[in-house]
């Protein structure tokens, strides 16, 4: 049986039992926990400025040990200074609270340390991962290092907007400059292409000094370079697409047949892709499903990320003719969606499920989270996902939406899904029009489920039974007794009946990505 004894908010405790002596490490005490464990008891009232002051002492010494850290790296390291950079300004921001008349808090404020500490301890984790002697063979094994920066970039900038709004922090303060949205990503951009020039030096050294393993290194470094000069899917322009700008794979045999539409492999501007050609008659006309796509577009472009599948943009073939066909051009994920990768005979170890863990909580944080303006899916279930080669799981299900109505007749429900009513939420089934964020992290976290489990959720139980079990009996499947003690716990989380314990999505990505660097160097 799994030891729950050892309980939540022992990730610190863990860290503290693997850290090594090149490491510069923070382990909070256990009154740092106590302290976690008051401050949600309190999250509905002010805080007390013990409390207050307890927190603001730990973030500060855990942005201590990063600065150190951050002296140490071996790769990575404009990313890493600039991740310090931001963690300073924040820091800054924090110590400005000590010196105020009073440092009585709102639950706001509260809410926002807390989340603070969290994604101070998941950056520290992940800079830690770059001052270690095994550095390149880490390397060599993942290849997301940009991506896990941007997301911790991210994350600090959500930490920034919400103190300053919480603290009520004048715009034109300094401190904005640092998180300003076009100045902070111009300079992510540019760290990431000097550190990836530097990353591709230091491997090429490496290579040099491993005589006896030239052979087997030169293939792995050859991936990661290859990789690194890939150009990048978000580089690409949602558009109109010319019918000769697509490739087919020959011969033309779709990979999936509906009743209003076909799916074929294809290349598009150096990509694989997927082209959905529809069948059937479309009513509207092609000005009109222009019209619709170039309003989606601009919707489109406020969630790209590696982790929400990518739109490339719609054909029209035979404008002019008796018969006009519409296509749509999409990423290519070749190991189908999730639910099928989870039916599948393919082995899964626990390692590899927490980054498709990790991967689909990315996709859910780009919606939840997205400065302009958030959104939720709406319709979060294990079919919703894609997994692409080396089962990187995307996001999928809300894109271009509105022009693909536009272009399908109303069909009948696929019988072979999961019914909706095994991802809705106890305040979902007492109110069917009550939807938002907490709602869908019970949905995520029924995904979570499936992926720890392989299983269908209520499999074989009726409407009935579930509403039952779920919302009068508060019932949770069980999960294995092997699953991870902080993946359970997590997964717990998000199916809590209460929608006020729910995690958000970003501190479910903070903790899932602690967990999986944890993991890794095991």
């Not at 300079?187 to 990353?199: N, R, T």
């Not at 302009?372 to 799981?393: D, M, P, Q, T």
């Amino acid at each position: 049986m799994r030891q729950k004894s050892r309980g939540r908010g022992s990730f610190e405790q863990q860290r503290e039992d693997s850290k090594s002596a090149e490491t510069v490490s923070f382990s909070p005490s256990t009154q740092t926990k106590d302290t976690l464990c008051e401050l949600r008891q309190a999250a509905s009232t002010d805080f007390p400025s013990q409390l207050v002051m307890e927190f603001i002492e730990h973030i500060l010494s855990i942005a201590s040990a990063i600065h150190t850290l951050v002296e140490n790296v071996k790769a990575n390291k404009k990313r890493s200074r600039r991740v310090n950079a931001r963690v300073t300004a924040l820091v800054e921001l924090v110590a400005s609270i000590k010196k105020r008349d009073t440092v009585q808090a709102s639950a706001d404020v509260g809410k926002a340390l807390e989340e603070l500490y969290i994604t101070l301890q998941s950056a520290q984790k992940l800079i830690e991962k770059y001052t270690s002697a095994n550095l390149l063979e880490r390397i060599l094994k993942s290849s997301s290092h940009g991506d896990e920066f941007n997301s911790v970039n991210e994350r600090l900038n959500d930490a920034f907007q919400r103190l300053s709004v919480a603290l009520q922090l004048e715009h034109g303060d300094a401190l904005y400059r640092v998180f300003e949205q076009t100045s902070r990503v111009e300079a992510d951009e540019m760290d990431g292409k000097e550190d990836d020039a530097e990353l591709k030096e230091l491997l090429r050294d490496h290579m040099k000094s491993q005589e006896d393993k030239m052979e087997a290194l030169r293939k792995d470094v050859g991936k990661i370079v290859e990789l690194l000069d890939k150009p990048s899917m978000t580089n690409v322009d949602i558009r109109m697409i010319k019918p000769a700008e697509l490739e087919y794979e020959l011969p033309k045999k779709p990979l999936m047949v509906t009743s209003t539409s076909e799916l074929y492999k294809g290349k598009y501007n150096g990509f694989t892709v997927a082209i959905k050609r529809y069948t059937e008659p479309v009513k509207a006309s092609p000005s009109q499903v222009r019209s619709v796509f170039n309003k989606e577009v601009e919707t489109m472009r406020r969630f790209e990320s590696p982790n929400i599948l990518r739109m490339f943009g719609i054909c029209v073939q035979d404008e002019e003719g008796p018969n006009t066909q519409f296509l749509i051009i999409m990423e290519y994920c070749e190991k189908g969606s999730l639910r099928e990768v989870l039916d599948s005979v393919s082995k899964l170890s626990w390692t590899k499920k927490v980054r498709m863990c990790l991967d689909a909580a990315q996709g859910i944080y780009r919606l939840h989270q997205t400065e302009e303006k958030s959104k939720v899916h709406g319709c979060i279930n294990s079919s919703k996902f894609l997994v692409a080669e080396g089962y990187r799981v995307k996001l999928a299900g809300f894109e271009l939406a509105q022009t693909e109505t536009s272009l399908r007749k109303q069909t009948k429900p696929n019988k072979s899904e999961i019914g909706s009513l095994c991802y809705s939420s106890p305040q979902t089934l007492k109110n069917i029009n009550h939807y938002n964020k907490e709602c869908e992290m019970y949905s995520f976290g029924i995904v979570l489920w499936e992926i720890a489990t392989r299983k269908r959720p209520f499999h074989g139980f009726s409407d009935a039974v579930i509403y039952q079990k779920v919302y009068e009996e508060k019932f949770k499947e069980p999960l294995p007794d092997d699953c991870p003690w902080q993946l359970a716990d997590l997964i717990n989380a998000c199916r809590d009946y209460d929608s006020f314990q729910r995690p958000s999505a970003g501190v479910m990505l903070d903790k899932l990505r602690s967990l999986l660097t944890q993991m890794e160097a095991e």
